[in-house]
């Protein structure tokens, strides 16, 4: 079946630094969403991509899908303590309304 | 508030206990879904309901027990569990037919023991 793994699966980071997670699936996706978690929450969705090599940006958040859409990242710039939670990606594949979600980046700051 | 409200937010039963959660929807969508979060796992997909009908079910025990008596309500029925079911259990929707994201509730935090 369809897999998504994410790296890393945890990340500490100074307070103003930059953060990335890098999420890959073993197959073509016609779509990749991003959702965090904060601690004790629930996911919340950020972020849709559809088109190959596709980039969206949300303030200091940028997102990237793969040019064979089996990839994506999530970066973000001088992070801050409210970027604090886990952040999965979610793939679905052509005609099938199942998500997989990625294994998470668990983000922690350090003030 | 989420448009999405599960109840209990916390659940602790025994073995031999029997106990349902609830999902409740307000957001019109069609499509509901369970899913399962343990540590140190990813999200799992439990069942998916569109209009009512079961459309997926990912080879989940016969303990749980879905029910999905209209599109804005979802249950989910526990018998016999065991400790490694403990986990956050999360239910979601969207509209059914489309990519659209996921609206997920607060979750249940169910604890066997």
């Known amino acids: 079946g369809q897999q998504v793994m994410q790296i890393p699966q945890y990340q500490h980071v100074q307070e103003g630094e930059d953060f990335t997670t890098y999420c890959n699936s073993s197959?073509?996706?016609?779509?990749i969403q991003w959702y965090k978690q904060r601690p004790g929450g629930h996911p919340v969705f950020l972020i849709q991509?559809?088109?190959?090599?596709e980039v969206k940006k949300q303030k200091r958040l940028t997102f990237q899908f793969g040019e064979a859409k089996k990839n994506s990242s999530l970066h973000i710039t001088a992070t801050q303590t409210t970027d604090v939670g886990t952040y999965f990606c979610a793939g679905a594949n052509f005609g099938n309304e199942k998500l997989t979600f990625g294994t998470g980046t668990r983000l922690t700051i350090i003030p | 508030e989420t448009g999405v409200t599960q109840t209990p937010r916390h659940l602790v039963m025994g073995m031999t206990n029997k106990k349902s959660l609830k999902c409740e929807q307000h957001?019109?969508?069609?499509?509901m879904y369970w899913y399962k979060q343990s540590a140190k796992k990813p999200l799992e997909l439990m069942f998916v309901y569109n209009f009512k009908e079961q459309t997926e079910n990912n080879s989940v025990p016969s303990r749980f027990s879905p029910e999905c008596p209209n599109s804005s309500h979802l249950f989910l029925h526990l018998h016999t569990l065991q400790p490694e079911d403990s986990a956050l259990y999360l239910c979601?929707?969207?509209?059914?037919?489309?990519?659209?994201?996921?609206?997920f509730g607060n979750g249940t935090r169910l604890t066997v023991t």
């Open positions: 991509l559809v088109k190959s090599g």
């Open positions: 197959t073509t996706l016609s779509n």
């Open positions: 957001l019109g969508h069609n499509a």
């Open positions: 979601a929707s969207r509209p059914q037919g489309t990519d659209s994201p996921l609206h």
